[in-house]
C-alpha cells in the first residue's frame, strides 16, 4: 500500500518534506519509519519514537498504530521547554 509521510524536524533528516512508500498491507507506523531509513539512513535513529509525534490523516498516532492505503502521516519533532 502506499502511504504519504511529510518530515517536518530538518535537523534530523537534513530535508523537510513530502514522500511516498509503498510498505505492506497492515503496516503501522513504526513500519512507516523503519521505511524511511531506506531513504535517511541513521539520521532517523532507533530511538527516533522518543521524541517524535506522528499525525495520522491529522490525527494523534502511535507507534503501534495500523496505517492503510492513502494515509497522509506528518512526523515531527516533540517541543521541549520550560
Known sequence: MRIEAKFVFPE?????GNGAYDIPEGASVSDLLEASRTVYGDRI???AGDFLIFLRNGMPAQLGDKLSEGDKVHILRKIYGG
Open 12 to 16: 534530523v533528516t537534513g530535508v523537510s
Open 45 to 47: 535513529p532507533e530511538n
